[in-house]
């Protein structure tokens, strides 16, 4: 039963579980845990720039428009001057909301760059599989860069890439998000600060949540590895990232198991259709019902273009629901990307980490325990839960309570964008964490973590 008590704070107190101090840095069993890099306070920081960064977005999609919106909030940071798309209806909205003139709006990212240069930066959030041409060519032409993850398709693209940066001494940052995020920042600073001793082991869980699963994976773009990227990189990338982050120790041995289980052919129900709308007789139970998700529920939307009134935004969804692929049934489309997959990594120092990919929960929210040998810490995206083995006190962190989140992905989404505009500002990529060099890293593990998977190998990182 829950203590009577009038706030959150004193059912804490009530409970003997005190906040870690009343900033994002404080003192835990007594030892001091430091704010770490730029985490947000009350209000989030405002980077110290010479001048307004001019920016091109390449591709005008979900990401572009996020990294994007940073501009519309606060355009004395960040002015976005140009945009490849060769969807219409994105293009122009896209157009419209940054007010981007005629000569500087193209159909793809080939067209940018006939141009000369005309601005400071250009931002990819193009697909996976176009994410190292255009890199390329924004290097070649002098551009720094906001790089959507991963970083190219194959780890001999992800060194082509490197390779040109530092030859042309550009800044390059990956849009590993999670090391901007507050959440993120303090397991860091815990970790960092030694009251969990010496760091012995890690797990780490991505739990996809099953409707993202069959929109993203299965229906939606990132569907097959050929076209984007495996799922261990297409999806958790940024969870391999943020393990050796904060692990903060080179990955010497990597295996993996994993597969495609449950989304295939064999497995469709009786009665089932190839798509939703077709008459399927299990339609009306099936927790994968494009007609329930789309349609009636409205979820899952944002990477449908629709008008915004009714009846032609109804009229727009069924339409893609009859037709597209947003509409076919999970059990009868071209997916080849794994449902679940475990990865164990070995650090040096005897650390070892584990980390789960999977598909079928009901709740979305990484879940991360970290084990050291004088105590132990358990979160969940919101709640830290630090334990003192030596004294058996507890210590809990709530993010809310402590930051202020202004974008997705835990404020990271936002909080990268500013660190980005202020190592462009300066030409200082030490002012980032997610560097093209350290990102390199992880995708390192995340290609050998699917070497392995195939090849059943434990693999070895020189």
């Known amino acids: 039963m829950k203590p009577p008590t009038n706030s959150r704070r004193e059912a804490l107190k009530a409970l003997g579980l005190v906040s870690l101090g009343t900033t994002l840095g404080g ?23 010479t001048k307004t960064i001019k920016a091109i977005v390449v591709g005008a999609g979900n990401r572009g428009n996020v990294y994007g919106g940073y501009a519309l909030k606060y355009p ?14 994105r293009q122009q909205r896209f157009v419209d909301k940054h007010k981007i003139a005629e000569d500087r709006r193209f159909v793809t990212w080939e067209h940018v760059f006939d141009q000369p240069k005309f601005a400071d930066a250009i931002i990819i959030t193009t697909p996976d599989d176009l994410h190292h041409g255009p890199a390329m060519a924004a290097l070649a032409l002098g551009y720094d ?36 995020s507050p959440y993120y920042q303090k397991i860091k600073a815990v970790i960092d600060s030694g009251v969990l001793g010496e760091l012995v082991s890690m797990q780490h869980f991505e739990p996809i949540q099953h409707v993202h699963m069959s929109h993203s994976y299965v229906r939606g773009n990132w569907r097959r590895e050929a076209d984007t990227n495996p799922i261990i990189l297409a999806k958790s990338c940024h969870d391999l990232d943020i393990m050796r982050w904060w692990i903060d120790r080179p990955c010497e041995y990597v295996s993996s198991f994993g597969s495609l289980k449950w989304f295939r052919e064999e497995n469709a129900p009786e009665g089932s259709t190839k798509r939703c709308t077709d008459g399927c007789a299990v339609e009306a139970t099936c927790p994968y019902s494009a007609k329930k998700i789309y349609y009636d529920n409205r979820t899952w939307l944002h990477h449908f273009d629709l008008p915004q009134e009714e009846p032609a ?69 919101t709640d830290l839960l630090i334990t003192d083995f030596q004294t058996g006190k507890q210590e809990k962190w709530n993010v809310h309570d402590n930051a202020s ?15 980005w505009l202020q190592a462009v500002d300066q030409q200082d990529g030490t002012l980032l964490t997610s560097t093209l060099t350290a990102s390199m890293e992880s995708h390192q593990m995340g290609f050998l973590a699917e070497k392995s998977r195939r090849n059943r190998t434990i693999e070895s990182i020189g």
């Open 27 to 49: 003192v835990a069993f007594g030892k001091p845990v430091d704010q770490t890099l730029h985490i947000a306070p009350a209000e989030p920081t405002t980077p110290n720039l």
């Open 76 to 89: 004395g940071q960040l002015d976005i001057v140009g945009v490849a798309e060769p969807i219409p209806l």
């Open 145 to 180: 860069l906001l790089l959507e993850k991963p970083i190219a398709q194959s780890w001999q693209e992800c060194k082509e890439i490197r390779d040109l940066a530092e030859e042309k001494g550009r800044i390059v940052a990956v849009c590993h998000v999670l090391r901007y």
């Open 313 to 381: 935004r109804g009229e727009a969804i069924l339409k893609n629901i009859t037709e597209g692929p947003y509409g076919r049934c999970v059990y009868h489309c071209d997916n080849d990307v794994a449902d679940h997959q475990v990865v164990s990594l070995q650090f040096a120092d005897q650390i070892t980490a584990n980390f789960n990919m999977e598909a079928f929960t009901h709740y979305h929210g990484r879940r991360t325990r970290v084990m050291g040998s004088m105590g132990d810490m358990v979160g969940d995206e």
């Open 405 to 419: 989140l202004d974008s997705g992905h835990g404020g990271g989404d936002w909080g990268l964008v500013r660190d």
